[in-house]
């Protein structure tokens, strides 16, 4: 199977009920998708991590004049060789980033073809799925407002998730947001890397009386990890802005790092997906991949979660049900939700909803 055109797809999905939260008032995801289409006709999607109109501007121009011109008639069964060459060939642009995101895309639509070639799921081709259905975890805005995120969980724990998350930096804020789940509801607060360690080591105590199942990006610079002992009753997720399998592995043998989380974009695709659940395997980690998507990634992420001997959740994004390219909840609140089976990823965005949000 020979890779005939490679398009970046530039969309712009608007929230039809908010303008967006307080502390992320964008009324529009927007997203990078990507199509692999092969001179046999077979098509493959996949996905960039992206929610700004800058930084879509700069993964549509990687993908499509930096990255893709690697892939031009090269074989798909080659995607596994093509991933490393284009790490080698950018690796001076950083082994993180813009050039790995747009590879995952790429990589991922590739997997999309391998699978419908054979006839296979993702999750047969990467093993076989272990579960059917994978828990939902609430993945909330950020409010910076004690009041607005406690009203937002509550709407969650409504629904039914399984588990919630926060995106909040005020510690206070975090407490509030707490209060309304059980002990029996796991909750994870994303810092996005606001705090620094002497922050986090001073409120110790509080940040301990939250029973935390991680506390995501705490500190910045997070390099500060690798030498921290562990911070005793708060164990710390990261590893969602790394780039390779060697470096989340490098990471989760710090002491104080409790959970790694692998981003299917972040780190360049699905074969370096599996690379990194390799290298974690007999790490003393739990592993919840990052996924903050809607689209390809998160059927990817989907199959990839399938597939790990450990369960853990799908973290499903503020977003509403018109702005899905799927027919199938990815961006509904719910207790749980169900792995695809179809071959490849399972489904293929709906070509109305492409046109509907496709920009200019």
């Known amino acids: 199977m020979i890779i005939e055109r490679i398009d970046p797809i530039a969309l712009r999905v608007p929230f039809a009920q908010r303008a967006g939260a307080p502390g992320d008032p964008s009324d529009a995801l927007h997203m990078v998708l990507c199509r692999v289409t092969t001179r046999s006709g077979l098509v493959g999607y996949g996905e960039c991590l992206c929610n700004r109109p800058p930084m879509q501007h700069g993964l549509v121009a990687t993908m499509r004049d930096a990255v893709a011109p690697l892939y031009l008639g090269r074989s798909v069964e080659e995607r596994a060789s093509l991933n490393v060459a284009v790490r080698v060939r950018f690796a001076s642009f950083g082994r993180a980033g813009a050039v790995l995101n747009a590879l995952g895309a790429i990589d991922t639509a590739l997997w999309d073809i391998a699978g419908k ?113 562990a911070l005793p009753g708060v164990p710390v997720g990261l ?38 659940l390799a290298a974690l395997r007999d790490l003393n980690v739990s592993v919840a991949p990052h996924t903050p998507f809607i689209g390809p990634a998160a059927l990817a992420s989907l199959h990839l979660i399938a597939a790990m001997e450990a369960p853990t959740f799908f973290a499903t994004v503020e977003a509403e049900d018109q702005m899905a390219p799927f027919a199938i909840g990815l961006t509904t609140w719910k207790p749980e939700i169900e792995v695809p089976t179809g071959p490849g990823l399972g489904h293929d965005p709906d070509p109305a909803w492409l046109k509907r949000h496709a920009m200019a």
């Open 239 to 276: 590893g969602a802005d790394l780039g390779s399998a060697e470096q989340l592995a490098l990471y989760a043998k710090a002491p104080s790092v409790a959970v790694a989380q692998p981003d299917v974009c972040m780190i360049g695709g699905v074969t370096e997906s599996l690379r990194a």
């Open 117 to 229: 070639a054979a006839g296979q799921s993702l999750s047969q081709m990467i093993g076989g799925a272990k579960r059917t259905h994978v828990p939902v975890m609430a993945s909330l805005d950020r409010y910076d407002h004690a009041g607005r995120v406690r009203a937002r969980v509550e709407q969650a724990l409504a629904a039914g998730v399984a588990s919630v998350k926060v995106h909040e930096y005020d510690l206070a804020v975090i407490e509030e947001a707490r209060r309304p789940v059980g002990a029996d509801i796991p909750f994870v607060a994303d810092c996005n890397n606001a705090h620094t360690l002497a922050d986090i080591t001073r409120e110790l105590a509080r940040w301990r009386a939250l029973n935390l199942l991680w506390l995501e990006d705490p500190v910045w610079p997070p390099e500060i990890l690798l030498d921290t002992p």
